[in-house]
């Protein structure tokens, strides 16, 4: 199994800023892809940035220029700087690993999430 632990969400104001961590632990053979989704109350689960094996890098529309995605590969750590944030930036973040566990063939796994909220 593999666990994926969050940290670092909480209740700012629009404009400030917030540093997302999830930490990966357990058998993991290799790792292709981690990332952060986000949901908001009442909609659909939305991609929000993913950082590949190889250092590249994918952003929603909505949040380039604002957001970083960053990855501690020692650590199997991977980070979401969230500046100028907005309160449409409220959702809870999950964080998703793409990879090969315990040998298994390669398949998605979810952190629980954690709450990021923005007041206005």
């Known amino acids: 199994q593999v666990q994926l632990v969050e940290s670092g969400g909480g209740l700012v104001q629009a404009g400030e800023s917030l540093r997302l961590s999830c930490a990966a632990s357990?058998?993991?053979?290799?790792?292709?892809?981690m990332g952060w989704h986000r949901q908001a109350p009442g909609k659909q689960r939305e991609l929000v940035a993913t950082?590949?094996?190889?250092?590249?890098?994918n952003y929603a529309d909505s949040v380039k220029g604002r957001f970083t995605i960053s990855r501690d590969n020692a650590k199997n750590t991977v980070y979401l700087q969230m500046n100028s944030l907005k309160p449409e930036d409220t959702a809870v973040y999950s964080c998703?690993?793409?990879?090969?566990?315990?040998?298994?063939?390669?398949?998605?796994?979810w952190g629980q999430g954690t709450q990021v909220t923005v007041s206005s």
């Open positions: 357990g058998n993991i053979v290799r790792i292709y892809a």
């Open positions: 950082i590949i094996s190889g250092g590249s890098t």
């Open positions: 998703n690993l793409q990879g090969i566990v315990n040998w298994n063939p390669n398949r998605d796994y």
